[in-house]
């Protein structure tokens, strides 16, 4: 049985189901690394370029990982867009050969490129070559895709319940995790799946606010027409796909009125988050809003901090909107 490794970083937050049900239909064993830890962190910073945002790093840290097993293939899509019209960081577009460039003892990689901005047609055809590595029959590689898919959109059904999507893909493992919604405040998170979900990178935050009693709300809960809707209300069209996701999200939750306020988490060295939490800050002007910044070098101390006087600051708020109601004459 061939093993085919896959880094638990940058898109395994978003497609893990889906790519993990294709090669298993096909008889392959998947590898997942572990999660994130400082020794993975370290050691993506190690390898990969000093230019590159935290998360890249970490994907290195998980590559190194499974460079130590005995693998037939590494999987790294090369992801340039998932969706027509849009585009994905092009950060994404250079690991495989960023990964060749700084890593000596690399298993084999399979870099499809996923570019659905004008067509799936080359996608496609790369996932079929792929197949073949495993299977001389088309349908059986079909049958796999379109599993996979099905399992996908399972996966995110579970997501849009209110967990994370680090918890759906644990819950569509099989694993039991309680759903956490009866918090005093309601929080909207948003970040880039890779960073907010990934519990080392954004230092456990969404955790953390469940601890403070707070129930998060992710974009994972919105519906896709309404994100986008929201996002189109922008005077021109944002074609990155996670910033428009963001945008949106946020111009949506700030027209939830049982939402009490707002938290973006950015990677420090993004180039989209740069601009992109400047655009939520300037556009969200009736909710609280904070900006956390994350890198390498950031203290939880610093962190919790911040979330504490965030969530006192929405308590004080929601006391004086009680408090205003209040006739003077009793
Ligand atoms: S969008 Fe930002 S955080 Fe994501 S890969 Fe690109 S630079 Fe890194």
């Given amino acids: 049985m061939n093993k085919i490794g896959m880094p638990r970083g940058l898109f395994y937050y978003y497609y893990y189901p889906l790519y993990k049900t294709f090669f298993s239909d096909l008889d392959a064993r998947v590898i997942l690394s572990q999660k994130t830890t400082r020794i993975t962190i370290d050691q993506g910073i190690d390898a990969a370029v000093d230019e590159t945002c935290f998360p890249i790093k970490v994907y290195f840290g998980h590559v190194k990982e499974l460079c130590r097993y005995d693998l037939d293939y590494l999987f790294v899509p090369r992801l340039v867009s998932i969706e027509p019209r849009s585009y994905i960081c092009p950060k994404f577009m250079g690991v495989p050969d960023m990964l060749r460039a700084s890593i000596d003892n690399l298993p084999p990689l399979i870099d499809i490129t996923v570019d659905l901005s004008r067509s799936d047609r080359v996608y496609k055809d790369q996932l079929f070559k792929t197949g073949k590595l495993f299977t001389k ?114 111009l949506k939750m700030e027209k939830m009125a049982d939402i009490d306020g707002i938290i973006y988490v950015a990677c420090f060295g993004c180039g989209p988050d740069s601009f992109i939490g400047e655009i939520i800050e300037r556009k969200v002007s009736d909710k609280a809003y904070m900006l956390i910044i994350i890198d390498e070098h950031t203290g939880e101390g610093g962190l919790v901090t911040r979330l504490e006087a965030f969530c006192d600051m929405l308590k004080r708020r929601r006391r004086h909107k009680i408090e205003d109601y209040i006739s003077a004459y009793g």
């Fill in 137 to 250: 029959k088309t349908g059986r590689i079909k049958d796999a895709y379109e599993h996979g898919k099905q399992e996908l959109a399972y996966c995110q059904a579970i997501a849009a319940q209110g967990y994370t999507m680090a918890e759906a893909i644990d819950i569509w493992q099989g694993e039991d995790i309680e759903q956490q919604l009866n918090g005093s405040l309601r929080i909207g998170v948003l970040g880039h799946g890779y960073s907010l979900y990934d519990e080392a990178i954004s230092m456990n935050i969404i955790s953390r606010l469940r601890q403070m009693g707070c129930t998060v709300v992710l974009p994972e809960a919105l519906s896709l027409e309404e994100i986008e809707q929201e996002a189109a209300t922008m005077p021109k069209r944002i074609f990155w796909t996670l910033g428009r996701k963001m945008v949106g999200s946020a």
